[in-house]
C-alpha cells in the first residue's frame, strides 16, 4: 500500500522560510514518476504550485517562482518544496501529490500559516 506523509509546515512569520517534506513508502519510487506540490485554502480549489518531472525538470506557478524550490531525494524516496519569502497569501494546506500513470496518491496535508 502507498502512502505519502508529509511533515514541515507550521505558523511563520512573513519573510520566513519553511521546508515541507513528503516521505513515500509502500510500492511506489517516487523517481519513476512526476510529482508536485499543491495548496489549498477553505472554499477554493486546490491548485498547483510546483512540479518536479522523473527527469528532474521542474516548474512553478507564477506567483512562487523564484521563492519555491522543490527536489527529491532519491535515496530518501522523499520529496521537498523550500518555501522562502513567505507571504500571507501562501497560507493554505500543502499537499503533495504523486502521478503514477493510472493512480494519483495524495499526502494527508501539512499546514502552513504566514502571518506576524
Known amino acids: 500500500q502507498v502512502q505519502l506523509v508529509e511533515s514541515g509546515g507550521g505558523l511563520v512569520q512573513p519573510g520566513g522560510s519553511l521546508r515541507l517534506a513528503c516521505v513515500a513508502s509502500?510500492?511506489?519510487?517516487?523517481?519513476?514518476?512526476?510529482a508536485g506540490w499543491y495548496r489549498q485554502v477553505p472554499g477554493e480549489q486546490r491548485e498547483l504550485v510546483a512540479r518536479?518531472?522523473?527527469?528532474?525538470?521542474?516548474n512553478y506557478k507564477d506567483p512562487v517562482s523564484g521563492r519555491f524550490t522543490i527536489s527529491r531525494d532519491n535515496p530518501k524516496n522523499t520529496l521537498y518544496l523550500q518555501i522562502n519569502s513567505l507571504k500571507p497569501e501562501d497560507t493554505a494546506v500543502y499537499y503533495c501529490?504523486?502521478?503514477?500513470?493510472?493512480?494519483?496518491?495524495w499526502g494527508q496535508g501539512t499546514q502552513v500559516t504566514v502571518s506576524s
Open positions: 501529490n504523486v502521478d503514477a500513470g493510472l493512480k494519483r496518491y
Open positions: 509502500g510500492n511506489i519510487i517516487l523517481s519513476i514518476y512526476n
Open positions: 518536479i518531472t522523473s527527469g528532474g525538470r521542474t
